[in-house]
């Protein structure tokens, strides 16, 4: 009963951290595409830092044309990960806090199983 135990809680613990660890790179995942839209309209041209020099007006316009198209491609893919992942994120830390924390079980051995242990 006791090699069942163990087994079986050090599965729900890997099962719960393996939930964790998705959670998190979901959300890390939405965090990048927020952070990478952004980037993208910060290389904008007359953004700061950005200003073109000596530069041909429609490559700056090209360049800008591409910079806006990333930044809302990022904007759309932090969207759909918010639209299709949230509900489930939600949901499994909800489940998460429904799973016990279980704590090392204490057996106090029997004098047979005293003998063989330290017979071993």
């Known amino acids: 009963v006791r090699v069942e ?3 079986s809680k050090a599965r729900r ?3 719960k951290e393996e939930v964790q660890l998705l959670c998190e790179e979901l959300r890390r995942m939405m965090e990048y595409s927020l952070w990478r839209s952004k980037w993208w309209l910060a290389k904008r041209a007359g953004e700061e830092g950005m ?3 000596d530069r ?3 490559l700056v316009e ?3 044309a591409y910079a806006s198209q990333q930044a809302s491609f990022m904007m759309e ?3 759909l990960l918010a639209k299709n992942w949230m509900p489930l994120m939600d949901h499994a830390k909800k489940v998460l806090e429904r799973v ?6 204490d057996f106090e051995l029997q004098d047979e199983e005293r003998r063989v ?3 071993m």
């Open 5 to 7: 135990y163990c087994k």
């Open 13 to 15: 613990d890997r099962w």
């Open 51 to 53: 200003v073109p020099r």
């Open 56 to 58: 041909d007006p429609d």
């Open 62 to 64: 090209g360049l800008d």
């Open 77 to 79: 893919k932090h969207s």
């Open 100 to 105: 016990p924390d279980i704590g090392t079980l």
């Open 117 to 119: 242990d330290e017979d």
